[in-house]
Antibody, heavy 114, light 109 residues
């Protein structure tokens, strides 16, 4: 059974950093597209980053230069390093598998506030 | 970057047909996926690669994509179809391969 479990969210001050983790089971994170998608309270979904099986990475303009996606094959875990956080980054962050997305994690809430 | 536009809301009576659009520059040359999201739940794909339907999704759900508009059509709408619907443009050759629209709230009157 495929499972995705995100951790690492929380309350952080503007300008701070957080690293989100997504522990995967039932498949290898290196074998497929893995994405991060966020959803601000009461808003729609926002694609923010993807890593291809071949290791290409892409970012939304809203996070480019501040966020970094990576994976650890030995731990079968996807990461999102988030730096220079802003109030507008407040959202539930989901990791997601495949294109189209067929598996979602439960989400982890990131709140950026002083 | 690529912009995908959806109407914020669509309302339809039970038994009628709902059409939810997803607009973008020459979106017909890209692929579009549609997701349904009910409150407190993760999204579920209902149409992928423009018009394919996953197993378990009723035949009432269909999709098309041409020109500058992709469309999700839900026939014989039921109360249980009420949800947020999100389209996602997919273009693996793009620097922004997986952009979502803003989402559409489908209300069943």
């Amino acid at each position: 059974e495929v499972q995705l479990v995100e951790t690492g969210g929380g309350l952080i001050q503007p300008g701070g950093s957080l690293r989100l983790s997504c522990a995967a089971s039932g498949f290898s994170v290196s074998s497929t597209y893995m994405s991060w998608v966020r959803q601000a309270p009461g808003k729609g979904l926002e694609w923010i980053s993807i890593i291809y099986a071949g290791s290409y990475t892409y970012y939304a303009d809203s996070v480019k230069g501040r966020f970094s996606i990576s994976r650890d094959i030995s731990k079968n875990t996807l990461y999102l390093q988030m730096n220079s956080l802003r109030a507008e980054d407040t959202a539930v962050y989901y990791c997601a598998r495949e294109v189209p997305i067929i598996n979602w994690g439960q989400g982890t809430l990131v709140t950026v506030s002083s | 970057s690529y912009v995908v536009t959806q109407p914020p809301s669509v309302s339809v009576a039970p038994g009628e047909t709902a059409k939810i659009t997803c607009g973008g520059n020459n979106i017909g040359s890209k692929s579009v996926h549609w997701y349904r999201q009910k409150p407190g739940q993760a999204p579920v794909v209902v149409i992928y690669y423009d018009s394919d339907r996953p197993s378990g999704i009723p035949e009432r759900f269909s999709g098309s994509n041409s020109g500058n508009t992709a469309t999700l059509t839900i026939s014989r709408v039921e109360a249980g179809d009420e949800a947020d619907y999100h389209c996602q443009m997919w273009d693996s050759r793009s620097d922004h391969p997986g952009v979502f629209g803003g989402g559409t709230k489908l209300t069943v009157l």
